[in-house]
T-cell receptor, first 114, second 112 residues
């Protein structure tokens, strides 16, 4: 069974640009959540999607957005990039995202903003 | 955003030694999870704990859910070189399984 797949693995952008990251969850998993990891703030929850709807949201500005498709694949978009957006962006999936389910993480997309 | 307090922040140990680390929170969690992350990779789930006082093992790893529900502990016995990495605790509330609150991490380095 394939794990959580994130593309691309690495991205380099400049300030002011926008970026789109992609995540394919484990087959059968319908909940996809996104996390940002930085040396200073650690792992922080961005948002969660289930059935093509954003169900939970962390404390990030509106420049961070996402969506989920009918096949549960998800994309995350960051507009007007800032230097501080440089981070490892991790996607995680679970069956429903509720109860006490285990989350499984992808390898992440390393974003560098110059 | 909130992070749970993990200690120690980092540790160097000799191969074969036992390792202990802990995680504390100011709030209660229903589930405690322990993850390991290798450089450039995503966290991999090691152990999940669901009940206060629960003690669970996974090979050489043993974790405990604190009785106050505000802390958790991880022990690694007889460490080996592949134990190198960053260990994170994470707290989870029932009903919002996707929204984990992570600890600050413990970096483990094993000396041969």
């Amino acid at each position: 069974k394939a794990g959580v797949t994130q593309t691309p693995r690495y991205l380099i952008k400049t300030r002011g640009q926008q970026v789109t990251l992609s995540c394919s969850p484990i087959s059968g998993h319908r909940s996809v959540s996104w996390y940002q990891q930085t040396p200073g703030q650690g792992l922080q929850f961005l948002f969660e999607y289930f059935s093509e709807t954003q169900r939970n949201k962390g404390n990030f500005p509106g420049r961070f957005s996402g969506r989920q498709f009918s096949n549960s694949r998800s994309e995350m978009n960051v507009s007007t990039l800032e230097l501080g957006d440089s981070a490892l962006y991790l996607c995680a999936s679970s069956r429903t995202g509720q109860g006490i389910e285990k989350l499984f993480f992808g390898s992440g997309t390393q974003l560098s903003v110059l | 955003g909130q992070q749970l307090n993990q200690s120690p922040q980092s540790m160097f140990i000799q191969e074969g030694e036992d390792v202990s680390m802990n995680c504390t929170s100011s709030s209660i969690f229903n589930t405690w999870l322990w993850y390991k992350q290798d450089p450039g990779e995503g966290p991999v789930l090691l152990i999940a704990l669901y009940k206060a006082g629960e003690l669970t093992s996974n090979g050489r790893l043993t974790a405990q859910f604190g009785t106050t529900r505000k802390d958790s502990f991880l022990n690694i016995s007889a460490s080996i070189p592949s134990d190198v990495g960053i260990y994170f605790c994470a707290g989870q509330h029932t009903g919002t399984a996707s929204k984990l609150t992570f600890g600050t991490g413990t970096r483990l380095q094993v000396m041969l």
